[in-house]
């Protein structure tokens, strides 16, 4: 699976940004997906996942209620919505497949693709 991100850029403090995973050579439909940030010095973390069908979310506690993770499963595409956004929320984003497990995991181990990252900056 080749996985691409998009989205990615400059914004101010309380601004928004979508990003977008697309995927060529497999249907992500096979696979819970995850976003997952890591930002200069600190360790990379899932801020969400989906469930294959899309019925099942998590969401790590810093971003709860401003970030919102879909999928498009015919359009083969994954997307984060990032709202009210903050310098905290700075780091290199990535898109990850995990198809082995059934529950939705957040380590960064237990997702097999990955994609190149996009660069989120947001300025105070």
């Not at 050579?25 to 899309?54: D, H």
């Not at 993770?69 to 898109?95: F, G, H």
């Not at 497949?97 to 660069?119: K, N």
Request: proline residues 2%; contains cysteine; glycine residues 12%.
């Amino acid at each position: 699976v080749q996985m691409v991100e998009s989205g990615g850029g400059l914004v101010q403090a309380g601004g928004s940004l979508r990003l977008s995973c697309s995927a060529s050579g497999r249907t992500l439909s096979r696979y819970n997906m995850g976003w997952f940030r890591q930002a200069p010095g600190k360790e990379r973390e899932c801020v969400a996942a989906i469930s294959r069908e899309g019925l099942h979310t998590y969401y790590v506690a810093s971003v709860k209620g401003r970030f919102t993770i879909s999928r498009d499963n015919v359009k083969n595409t994954v997307a984060l919505k990032m709202d009210s956004l903050t310098p905290e929320d700075t780091a290199v984003y990535y898109c990850a497949a995990d198809f082995i497990h059934s529950h939705l995991a957040t380590g960064g181990d237990d997702y097999a693709y990955w994609g190149q990252g996009t660069q989120v900056t947001v300025s105070s």
